[in-house]
């Protein structure tokens, strides 16, 4: 089949900057429509990029774009973007599920606040924001317009080394991957994909600047995901479905080699390893 994401409705959380934008302006070169979720209206000078910054970099990419301010931890405001963008583009084919918190630290450095926010945007962010677009992706599938759920969560390892230092975010990024396990199973009969993608190395994003000691010269840039979720998202949705894909293993599988070209810095040989990637 013809690899394109042309005319294809994407809904993508966490789309104002990082790799939910970059996902959103690869797809938008392809002429897609992009439904644009996160929660920045106001420029942050820690947090470069807004929700109207990232529709702006939509439409100069070639795309259409909708905008919608949303919290997904709120169920309400979920569904009030998911009848927008059906309003606005008539259905809903494919979801990015991006949005993610993050708190590397130990049990008693991680205050509750700070677990709820990580398993309330991880965990139920990821599971509302699913079940809120499945009867549109229903629709998507028996219009034979190839849906797909990507989750942006790591490959399931049960390892204590992946836990410890970090108990409650590798919980809350868990059980994102536990929604690929289980919706790939519940949503295979209907002809809906769900996998999910992860970085072998870290991505140099706004939000990983916020981590003291980490050096984005020696990560690699967004772009090695919007083109590794590419492939995804044109692959055939009753065939690929259930599986943890690891962004540059699956972009060498497809014959793309140049890895170079995705590093911040060209050349660097010492990539900062990202976590749960055995």
């Known amino acids: 089949m013809t690899r394109s994401l042309k005319g294809k409705t994407l809904m993508i959380t966490g789309a104002s900057r990082g790799i939910g934008l ?11 429509n992009l439904v644009l979720l996160a929660k920045t209206v106001e420029p942050n000078p820690k947090l470069p990029g807004t929700l109207t910054s990232a529709a702006e970099a939509v439409v100069a990419a070639g795309g259409q774009a909708l905008a919608v301010q949303t ?3 709120d169920e309400d405001a979920v569904a009030a973007a998911v009848k927008a963008a059906v309003e606005r583009f008539g259905g809903i084919d494919i979801l990015v599920n991006n949005a993610s918190a993050i708190s590397l630290t130990p049990t008693p450095l991680t205050p509750m606040k700070r677990f709820d926010l990580m398993f309330g945007v991880n965990v139920r962010g990821t599971f509302c924001c699913t079940q809120a677009c499945l009867s549109e992706l229903i629709k998507s599938a028996k219009a034979g317009r190839n849906p797909h759920v990507l989750n942006m969560s790591p490959p399931l390892s049960m390892r204590e080394h992946w836990f410890k230092g970090h108990v409650a975010y590798s919980m809350a990024k868990y059980g994102m991957s536990e929604c690929t396990l289980g919706h790939a199973g519940e949503f295979r009969p209907h002809g809906i994909a769900v996998n999910s993608l992860w970085p072998r190395t870290a991505i140099a994003t706004a939000a990983l600047q ?3 000691g980490v050096d984005l010269n020696l990560c690699r840039k967004p772009d090695i995901l919007a083109d590794a979720a590419w492939w995804i998202l044109t692959s055939d949705a009753k065939a690929v479905t259930g599986q943890f894909f690891i962004d540059d293993e699956l972009l060498q599988s497809h014959g793309v080699h140049d890895l170079d070209r995705y590093a911040v810095v060209p050349g660097t040989k ?3 390893p990202d976590f749960f990637v055995d």
């Open 22 to 32: 970059a996902i959103a302006t690869r797809a938008a070169q392809d002429g897609a």
């Open 210 to 212: 916020m981590i003291p």
């Open 71 to 73: 919290d997904i931890r």
């Open 270 to 272: 010492n990539l900062i």
